[in-house]
């Protein structure tokens, strides 16, 4: 159960920051919507779990937050990619791409194909 | 690197916990709002609109939780929390807040002021750089630190271990700094002591070893930086200025810093000088005596890479060189190293052995104060257990419970530390700047450091978990349910519980303390009644050095005679006696003596080495010693007839076999003096007075001038007010610039009980404080084991119960357990009092009066622990009590 819990964050901080890195400051809803957009249905149900991650990657130093004017001209906090954030994501990035790399090549390979 | 700066973002977080949760609550509704109108937008219904998007959203609860499960740190918050309610407990109980924290801190005040004494002492290296490697030099099996000052020299010059040799030597002058001559201890040291020490000067120059050249030829005196702020006011022109030791002038070099006060940690000096002055100093010289071992402590600094093994050995081998050059004078030259501050095992070995035996009846203190406080805990626990039972059935897990106890009591010990600790770092301050002998130098520099502080929050802590882990098991056990329907725990009957367990260890520790102490103070009382060999009652003492008033060779003994003789006109005085040193003052001077048949005068054939006191005719009936056989001295005993000596029984005995044979035969010094035994008289002590039989002898002062300072015993039955006014007129009118002080023998005898003063004193203290905590632990369990069956006397009272067996069914089980731990108790006290024959004389606890006093003390504790719980159980109305249920 906890360990399911790790694995999303994990993946969902990832995102969070793919998301900042390539659309620049966004506030909680709009990294909400992003995420929604490209995964389908992972925060279709629970937007709430993205700010938990938030409040985390900014004690971790990788995003800063600023209160800003949204669109509808609320008080929204804007989230923004760091230096640190930045080179997290470019590290986290690469792992990932080698571990799905790893897993594709395991799920490729059939039994006749060994030796 | 991450997780370092996520740990200390989370720390701080609890501080600005509110504008976290605001911000939190803000970023929610702004979201909701927007998905809100994306979804109006979309063409949905304002309601529903917002239905979906809060859907959408999921639980906001549960994501606050997680949000504040990573915003702070969770343990920390709950220990804030656990603090936050231990408070609040303490604060609703401040009857059991206060005993236990005075219980915790008078026993963590006591282990903290011993520990002072004994880090101070025992284990602080002296207050000199590089004190790890500075060590003192012992000789022979005996461990003697004497040496002669040629010796000295020798050890200095042949051996290689060293980087330097210095020795010093405490001894007492008159000092006169202007127009007021008075007395001061000074430390006499070889030339190059401040430089083998390495230390600077605060003020002016020290002197050094270039500074000596042959005897008396270095004239000069460096101030201790008390003396220098006492007798000069901090007067920085000091430097330079003549100042009259015993009428010699010495220049005023410089000052020593204040935080030197140099290298014999209990003995507080005034200044040093060179030992090459000794004769303008003690009226004598032995810089050339071999066989004159007084030099009190020679020491020095291992060289880099030399260990203490290799220095014996080197050292050793010194000492065969000496054996067999100087055959005479130089025996038993095997060496040994040792810590220097307290003057090697002289004074070290019996303080080690006391303050450890201290130490450890300190910590059985705390041991007691731990058991009574856990008792104490337990009741509470069995009286929360409804408390208990109830959080645990609405969930809350065992282990909170348990840290929420824990946190209780490690509050608890805490303040009770710090008060404690606060106490005795006062107390150790006052000690280290009590002067208990007015006669005497002696400081006991005991100041807290760090060490003490960490000392005392460890036990505090230490003891924390120690009494607030008793109810554990009791808390585990708790099955709510049953607690619940039943109102409370079965009380458990007839088996024997851990609480009854910790009731015995705890009176038993006290008797052990309370056993100890008495033995301590009926030796005391013993030491004070037993036969000193002289009798101080009645007589006045009058200390003078007429070397240092310029009196020498003709002169002196003239003048000796002419003092006695007009002490002795003075109406009201009975009789006057001179001896060089007074018995049991600061030790004995010893030489040794060999048979008259003896050939080879070397030490190893010495027969004995007995006391030795230069006295005139009259001293024994001053001091009132008895002489059992022969004659005293008489004048007429002087240089011209032959040498004889009056001894002591035990001298008579081990030289000759039978007391009273000695009279009349003879025996020899180590130069072959015959000197023939004229009278004997009973023993005393001598050295102090714990030693056993000592012999000792006394010669003529007439036929063995003595040039050092001298005591004039004077015996009369006059008040010692007037009789004191009349000796300083008589004094006054022989020699005006006669410098003397004036005293009782019983005062003057302060110091050599100030031993086993001291130590009643300290195990006084922790014999009332084991009483009074066996009297709250006695108590505590009495009172409660009333309160908790209450019910039960009240019915029996109503069927009709008699007061004798209310009292009985009420206080029998505590007065069971005090009679079992109280005999455990003086069993184990009278095998640890053992230990306190070493320092206090006479005390056995073999003694009818000791064991009797024992019991009734632990009776009367008994008594006084259970009469109002008593008187309670007594005064129980049923009707009132079934009424109220």
Redesign the interface.
């Known amino acids: 159960m906890k360990q399911k819990t790790d694995v999303l964050q994990g993946t969902l901080a990832l995102m969070v920051l793919k998301t900042l890195d390539v659309l620049g400051p966004l506030h909680g809803y709009g990294i909400a919507r992003r995420i929604e957009q490209i995964s389908g249905d992972m925060l279709a149900v629970n937007q709430g779990t993205l700010y938990p991650v938030l409040l985390r990657l900014e004690q971790e130093g990788a995003v800063a937050s600023d209160w800003g004017a949204s669109e509808n001209n609320r008080r929204a906090r804007f989230y923004r990619l760091t230096k640190e954030g930045r080179r997290q994501l470019q590290v986290e990035t690469q792992g990932w791409e080698q571990t799905a790399a790893i897993i594709g090549r395991f799920f490729e390979v059939k039994a006749e194909d060994l030796p | 690197m991450?997780s370092v700066?996520?740990f200390f973002?989370?720390l701080i977080k609890p501080a600005t916990r509110r504008a976290q949760e605001e911000?939190?609550k803000?970023?929610?509704t702004?979201?909701i709002?927007?998905?809100t109108?994306e979804n109006l937008r979309a063409g949905l219904s304002p309601v529903e609109a917002r239905r979906r998007a809060m859907?959408?959203?999921?639980?906001?609860e549960a994501?606050k939780q997680?949000?504040r499960?990573?915003?702070g740190l969770m343990l920390i918050e709950n220990f804030v929390q656990d603090v936050r309610f231990a408070w609040r407990m303490l604060r609703k109980s401040p009857g059991f807040a206060v005993v236990a924290v005075a219980t915790l801190a008078f026993a963590i005040g006591a282990n903290s002021v011993v520990f002072g004494v004994l880090n101070a002492l025992i284990l602080r290296p002296l207050n000199v750089p590089h004190a790890r490697s500075l060590w003192g030099i012992e000789r022979g099996s005996d461990k003697a630190i004497n040496h002669s000052y040629p010796d000295y020299r020798d050890l200095r010059d042949r051996s290689r271990s060293f980087e330097d040799l210095a020795a010093y030597n405490v001894t007492s002058v008159t000092v006169d700094t202007g127009n007021n001559p008075a007395g001061a201890w000074i430390l006499e040291t070889t030339g190059n002591y401040f430089d083998v020490l390495g230390i600077q000067p605060y003020l002016g120059r020290f002197f050094h070893a270039s500074d000596e050249h042959g005897p008396n030829s270095a004239p000069y005196i460096v101030l201790t930086y008390v003396f220098w702020q006492n007798h000069f006011q901090s007067d920085r022109g000091v430097v330079g200025r003549v100042v009259q030791l015993d009428k010699h002038p010495f220049t005023i070099l410089g000052v020593a810093p204040a935080e030197f006060r140099g290298t014999l940690l209990i003995v507080n000096p005034d200044f040093w000088v060179p030992f090459v002055n000794q004769e303008q100093v003690e009226g004598e010289n032995v810089l050339e005596v071999r066989g004159h071992r007084g030099l009190l402590m020679v020491m020095g600094h291992l060289k880099a890479g030399v260990t203490p093994a290799q220095a014996v050995a080197d050292l050793n081998s010194v000492g065969t060189y000496l054996e067999k050059t100087y055959p005479k004078d130089d025996a038993q030259m095997t060496f040994s190293l040792t810590r220097p501050g307290l003057a090697g095992d002289w004074l070290g070995a019996p303080l080690r052995a006391f303050l450890a035996g201290l130490m450890l009846l300190a910590g059985l203190i705390l041991l007691a104060a731990c058991a009574n406080l856990g008792t104490l805990f337990a009741a509470r626990a069995a009286d929360r257990s409804r408390e208990f039972a109830v959080r645990l059935a609405l969930g809350s897990g065992p282990l909170r419970i348990l840290r929420q106890l824990l946190t209780e009591g490690v509050l608890i010990s805490l303040i009770g530390g710090g008060v404690g600790l606060w106490g005795s770092v006062e107390l150790l301050r006052a000690m280290s700047v009590w002067e208990p002998l007015p006669s005497a130098p002696l400081q006991i520099p005991v100041y807290a450091d760090a060490n003490v502080y960490i000392v005392a929050l460890v036990l505090s802590l230490v003891s924390g978990f120690l009494f607030s882990a008793v109810p554990v098991r009791q808390v585990l056990r708790t099955d709510p349910y049953q607690v619940i329907k039943s109102g409370s725990t079965a009380a458990a009957g007839g088996r024997i519980s851990v609480r009854d367990l910790l009731l015995v260890v705890q009176v038993a520790i006290c008797a052990v303390l309370v056993t100890s102490s008495l033995v301590a103070v009926r030796g005391l009382v013993r030491s004070l009644h037993s036969n000193f060999g002289f009798v101080p009652q009645g007589a006045l003492l009058v200390d003078t050095g007429l070397n240092t008033a310029g009196y020498a060779g003709e002169a002196l003994p003239a003048m000796q005679k002419r003092i006695i003789h007009a002490l002795e006109a003075i109406p009201g005085v009975q009789s006057v006696g001179w001896v060089d040193r007074l018995p049991l003052y600061y030790g004995s001077n010893g030489t040794i003596v060999f048979t008259d048949q003896t050939g080879d005068l070397k030490p190893a054939n010495a027969a004995a080495e007995p006391a030795v006191y230069q006295i005139s005719p009259e001293y024994f009936t001053a001091a009132q010693t008895t002489l059992f056989a022969g004659r005293p001295f008489s004048w007429h005993d002087d240089e011209k007839s032959p040498r004889v000596a009056v001894v002591n029984r035990e001298f008579a005995t081990k030289i000759f076999g039978a007391p009273n044979q000695a009279v009349g035969k003879y025996f020899k010094r180590a130069d072959g003096t015959r000197i023939q035994v004229v009278g004997i008289v009973e023993d005393g002590k001598y050295g102090s007075l714990a030693e056993d039989l000592q012999p000792a002898i006394f010669l003529p002062v007439l036929q063995w001038p003595s040039a050092g300072g001298a005591t004039i015993v004077v015996r009369s039955n006059r008040e010692p007010q007037q009789l004191g006014l009349a000796i300083k007129d008589t004094m006054h009118g022989l020699d005006p610039g006669l410098f003397f002080l004036l005293s009782t023998w019983t005062h003057e005898l302060e110091s050599a009980l100030f031993p086993s003063r001291m130590a009643t004193r300290s195990l006084g203290v922790l014999g009332a404080l084991g009483a009074m905590l066996s009297i709250t632990g006695i108590f505590g369990m009495a009172a409660y084991s009333v309160s908790k069956r209450l019910k039960e006397l009240g019915i029996r009272i109503a069927l009709g119960a008699q007061s004798k067996e209310v009292l009985r069914a009420a206080l029998g089980r505590a007065l069971r357990l005090l009679a079992a731990g109280s005999l455990t108790g003086l069993l184990l006290g009278i095998l640890a009092s053992r230990v306190l024959a070493a320092i206090v004389y006479q005390a056995t606890p073999r003694d009818p009066v000791v064991l009797g006093g024992v019991v009734l003390a632990m009776a009367l504790l008994g008594l006084v622990a259970t009469w109002i719980p008593a008187r309670r159980a007594l005064s129980i109305d049923p009707m009132k009590l079934l009424r109220e249920e």
Do not use: P
């Open positions: 991450r700066r996520r973002s989370r911000r939190l803000e970023e929610i702004g979201h709002a927007l998905q109108e859907l959408k959203f999921g639980g906001v994501m997680d949000y499960a990573t915003g």
